[in-house]
């Protein structure tokens, strides 16, 4: 849902449950996918951005 700031020119957002559900959903595949791929050394993490090799 969208909603504009009345006086200081500006729009902020909240997502429905149903959009909070898919990020969730979407957040675990990824996660998960990431995690399976560190673990097989396939992914280098230098602290501020992760690499594949």
Not at 25 to 30: A, D, M, R, V
């Amino acid at each position: 849902m969208l909603s504009s700031n009345q006086g200081l020119g500006g729009w902020t957002f909240t997502m429905t449950p149903a959009e909070m559900e898919k990020k969730n959903e979407f957040n675990k595949i990824f996660d998960s996918t990431y995690n399976a791929a560190k673990h097989e050394n396939k992914i280098v993490s230098n602290g501020r951005l992760d690499t594949r090799i």
